[in-house]
């Protein structure tokens, strides 16, 4: 199994920054491309941003674009989501999540692991 461990949420007012991390630990060699989720209070869990197994591939969701980015390391195990120009609409709580493919998908149902969410709360 593979475990997924998300770390640095917390509160930041609007235009603010914060650095997400996803550390995996377990069988992490069955691990190939990795993402982050986010659900909001009363919504549905959304694409952010998913990065291929060896991280020259990247997407991101439209509303984040320009203002977050992701990225791993895997000598670490971790994956990064770096957001800046933080807006109250990107309240929510962020999911790191991971697929056994090396191919990054945007699809929630195509994700086999996955965290247990770090709050991110943005004050405007």
């Known amino acids: 199994q593979v475990q997924l461990v998300e770390s640095g949420g917390g509160l930041v007012q609007a235009g603010g920054s914060l650095r997400l991390s996803c550390a995996a630990s377990g069988r992490t060699f069955s691990i190939g491309a990795m993402g982050w989720f986010r659900q909001a209070p009363g919504k549905e869990r959304e694409f952010v941003a998913a990065i291929n197994w060896s991280g020259d591939s990247t997407t991101l969701a439209d509303s984040v674009k320009g203002r977050f980015t992701i990225s791993r390391d895997n000598a670490k195990n971790t994956v990064y989501l770096q957001m800046n120009s933080l807006k109250s609409e990107d309240t929510a709580v962020y999911y790191c999540?991971?697929?056994?493919?090396?191919?990054?998908?945007?699809?929630?149902?195509?994700?086999?692991?996955w965290g247990q969410g770090t709050q991110v709360t943005v004050s405007s």
């Open positions: 999540a991971a697929r056994r493919s090396r191919l990054l998908w945007v699809a929630v149902n195509e994700y086999d692991y």
